[in-house]
């Protein structure tokens, strides 16, 4: 079984449009990163969250840490093609634990 | 700041070929070092963690006399996958963290081709 369960697996959608990607767990974290990929790269971290509540903005990227430190989101406002990619989301337990990522395409 | 290199990023070789891939961390000390392996549009699945002068920890399944892992210094460790077959075949990527709870900086991958 997943610690991390990320949701969904695979979106397509076309630029201009909102997205909302979600981790979640039954697991406490001391704190969570997300991380985008491009293919044959490896991950970039975008952001960490480490206070439950604690809402992070990365220009068009919102991320959202739950209140009990269990379950993230990250929301993207107005997606463009280069936003295409995998995210991946990683709870620290303190070893961190890779969500199955979203795999992100934004068509022109 | 916190740029990790890993290298080769690409290797194509034959079966029974052994392979040495490195890691290093060009701006700060990784205490700790991270192997991972990840299969086409899948997450990353944490094969072992190595902190410097220490054995590695292997996960659960994963071969340490398969895959060798040393960290000598505080910004370089190497993986070895020894006597490397076809099934061996996937991207292999390294990271790197100056300390626990620190955030963990990943180099570019290594994609390893066997014949």
């Known amino acids: 079984t997943q610690l991390l369960e990320q949701s969904p697996q695979f979106l397509s959608i076309q630029e201009g449009e909102n997205l909302t990607v979600y981790c979640n767990s039954s697991?406490?974290?001391?704190?969570l990163q997300w991380y985008r990929q491009e293919p044959g790269e490896g991950p970039v971290l975008l952001v960490t969250v480490v206070t439950g509540g604690e809402v992070k903005k990365l220009k068009r990227l919102t991320f959202q840490f739950g209140d009990a430190r269990k379950d993230s989101s990250l929301h993207i406002t107005a997606a463009q093609p280069g936003d295409t990619g995998l995210y991946l989301c990683a709870g620290a337990v303190p070893k961190l634990v890779f969500g199955a990522g979203t795999i992100l395409r934004v068509k022109s | 700041g916190a740029v990790v290199s890993q290298h080769p990023s690409r290797v194509i070789c034959k079966s029974g070929t052994s392979v040495k891939i490195e890691c290093r961390s060009l701006?700060?000390?990784?205490?700790?070092m991270f192997w991972y392996r990840q299969f086409p549009k899948q997450s990353l699945m944490l094969m072992a963690t190595s902190n410097e002068g220490s054995k590695a920890t292997y996960e659960q399944g994963v071969e340490k006399d398969k895959f060798l892992i040393n960290h000598a210094s505080l910004t370089l460790s190497t993986l070895t996958v020894a006597s490397a077959h076809p099934e061996d075949s996937s991207f292999y990527i390294c990271?790197?963290?100056?300390?626990?709870?620190?955030?963990?900086?990943f180099g570019d991958g290594t994609r390893l081709s066997i014949l």
């Open positions: 701006d700060f000390q990784a205490t700790t």
């Open positions: 697991s406490v974290f001391s704190s």
């Open positions: 990271s790197a963290s100056s300390g626990p709870g620190q955030p963990q900086h």
